[in-house]
């Protein structure tokens, strides 16, 4: 009995009793018969893992091993693939009682949040020292056979030893999104889903247990810019999946707005990000699932991954799972055009998942014209505008082959705030250049050139006859496009 009360006085040095529901605080160091019997030998030692929503979200290891629980903290849960070891965090010993112990850890003491059981069972262990434990595990999701090893301090690493009971795929590291083509209602509702538009940043979200990397469409990992969506982590949990979706900054009336994004699509510093999080929140709208729990999902159609999707129940305050309608394109045009959002996009229901291909299984149908352009320079302004950027001249690429020429689109003079116009100067100074990057027709002989890496979209009436845009209107930068992928966007016929 002084030995256990010894083993366990770490565990009750950090806890207040009757300020905690957690077991053994308070109680008596003797073990009552019925813990004597189940921990004296004979039968096969328990464990327990535990999911915990604390400050951050991780899992709690313990291992029934003389007459207490041996601990671990899991940052980034249970291993499933021998390839991939992670960090374990060897924590004070807890009494046997923990083995069932679900609840909420009150606000203030040690370890508060929500803990629940995600797995217990037996298991049987080759090897128990203070440096290395070697042991096979027989529970509902926790099987198989692991190690435990220590790397430096109160570090270990754990690592599955033997493969997994069923093939498993590894979550990509990397994935360019499918695209969609810009074209005319389908003539045939008959076997397309229509969504929403969302006016916003296209991200990846590649979720695994306790880690969150949401990546644009450039490669770009913007996940420190947006951290009110790591909270999807704690409705995942232990599970693995690849999200495909757009980062949107909704208005007071609701409506996505692309400008209010622009206040936070630049933003690096942590404590600017914490301010602007609670002025100008982001939502993550998720509208396909691409990788589950070792599964690619890629050649699933549409319809499928969709329903998978579904399933996991993906809803709060910051990210979100919107409907999607079968059929009835025409209706959702127009009640986006009520609402004055950009339009929609239809997905074939059969269409499986292209990474990086823009094709006619997916259409976008807009409201009004938009464009993406590469800014090649800029007129300095006249007036009010003097000594500033009076209007940008922009351009497309055009492909010729293999090989790809910035064609001269027009000049943008309107739709800027003073401090776009100011953070526009900052960006493009270090980008001067003495030549055009543009081939054939040139911008007016006063422009000031820039080399061609800023991507901005601009909303206009209509293309001319020269190839040039009529009454653009500038909308905001976005950083989540490549400018070599910039090419004239014009309606197709399905």
């Known amino acids: 009995m002084t030995e256990g009360r010894e083993r366990l006085r770490a565990y009750r040095a950090k806890r207040r009793g009757g300020a905690t529901p957690e077991p053994g605080v308070e109680a008596a160091d003797a073990p009552g018969p019925e813990r004597e019997a189940r921990s004296g030998g004979r039968s096969a030692p328990r464990f327990v893992v535990q999911q915990h929503h604390a400050r951050r979200l991780h899992w709690d290891l313990r291992l029934e091993r003389d007459g207490v629980l041996k601990s ?156 009110e969506v790591r909270g999807i982590l704690g409705q995942l949990g232990a599970r693995e999946a690849l999200l495909d979706g757009e980062l949107v900054a909704f208005d007071e009336r609701g409506r996505p707005s692309f400008q209010l994004l622009q206040r936070r699509m630049h933003v690096e510093s942590e404590a600017v990000v914490r301010r602007l999080r609670e002025s100008i929140p982001v939502t993550y709208v998720i509208f396909d699932l691409l990788h589950l729990d070792g599964r690619s999902l890629l050649e699933l159609p549409y319809e499928e991954r969709r329903r998978e999707l579904e399933a996991l129940g993906l809803d709060g305050e910051r990210w979100q799972v919107p409907r999607y309608h079968r059929g009835n394109g025409a209706a959702l045009l127009a009640a986006s055009r009520e609402r004055g959002l950009e339009g929609i996009i239809a997905k074939r229901l059969d269409s499986p998942y292209r990474p990086g291909k823009r094709g006619r299984d997916w259409l976008k149908i807009k409201n009004v014209r938009g464009q993406e352009v590469v800014i090649g320079g800029w007129v300095p302004g006249q007036g009010q505008r003097r000594g500033r950027i009076g209007a940008l001249v922009v351009g497309y690429y055009e492909r010729d082959g293999e090989e790809r020429r910035l064609r001269y689109a027009g000049k943008v003079g309107t739709g800027f705030s003073e401090e776009e116009l100011g953070m526009l100067a900052a960006r493009l100074g270090p980008l001067r250049r003495r030549t055009s990057p543009f081939e054939g027709r040139q911008p007016p002989k006063e422009a000031i050139f820039v080399e061609p890496e800023l991507v901005c979209e601009v909303e206009f009436s209509e293309w001319t006859r020269a190839g040039t845009l009529r009454q653009p209107s500038y909308k905001g930068l976005r950083d989540d496009k490549p400018a070599r992928d910039v090419v004239r966007e014009e309606e197709q016929e399905v």
């Not at 060897?90 to 203030?108: K, S, W």
């Not at 006016?199 to 990992?221: K, M, N, Q, S, W």
């Open 72 to 227: 671990w903290a899991l940052p980034r849960g249970i291993p499933l693939d021998p390839g991939r070891n992670r960090l374990a965090v060897h924590t004070e010993d807890h009494p046997l009682e923990y083995l069932e112990f679900e609840g909420e850890i009150p606000a203030g003491e040690y370890g508060a949040g929500t803990m629940t059981v995600w797995d217990s069972g037996t298991y049987e262990a080759e090897k128990f020292t203070a440096e290395k434990v070697v042991a096979t595990f027989h529970g509902e999701r926790l099987r198989g056979r692991y190690a435990l090893f220590r790397t430096r301090g109160e570090d270990w690493m754990i690592h599955r030893m033997d493969p997994p009971e069923r093939p498993r795929e590894p979550l990509p590291t990397k994935l360019e999104p499918m695209k969609a083509t810009l074209a005319r209602l389908p003539p045939d509702d008959e076997g397309w889903a229509y969504e929403i538009k969302w006016d916003g940043v296209r991200a990846l979200a590649f979720c695994e247990p306790g880690h969150l990397r949401l990546v644009t469409r450039t490669g770009r990992d913007v996940t420190r810019r947006y951290p």
